[in-house]
Nanobody
């Protein structure tokens, strides 16, 4: 049984940083595509970044240069380092897993496993 547990969310001021963690069990993060999505109130869920089994990463244009996705294979955990946070980054952040690799940022429907989400709030 696959379980994804996010942590690390919170409230910060604009310009601050947070690091989100996605701890996986039941599946190896090093053998699957793992992505971070976010959903703000009244908006659709959008892809933020992903990491493939090869280690290649891809980030949405809106976060490129500010957010970095990485993983620790020994801990079976994927991270999202978020720097220079902006109020528009406020959302619930979810990690998700799909078998194999991703092409750029696959849509949410392509992912079969999801975490419960963690709230990120950025104040101006």
């Amino acid at each position: 049984q696959v379980q994804l547990v996010e942590s690390g969310g919170g409230s910060v001021q604009a310009g601050g940083s947070l690091r989100l963690s996605c701890a996986a069990s039941g599946y190896s993060v090093s053998r699957n595509c793992v992505a971070w999505f976010r959903q703000a109130p009244g908006k659709e869920r959008e892809g933020v970044a992903r990491i493939n089994p090869s280690g290649s990463t891809y980030s949405a244009a809106s976060v490129k240069g500010r957010f970095t996705i990485s993983r620790d294979n020994a801990k079976n955990t994927v991270y999202l380092q978020m720097n220079s946070l902006k109020p528009e980054d406020t959302a619930i952040y979810y990690c998700a897993l799909r078998g194999g690799s991703c092409v750029n940022l696959n849509p949410p429907a392509d992912f079969g496993y999801w975490g419960q989400g963690t709230q990120v709030t950025v104040s101006s």
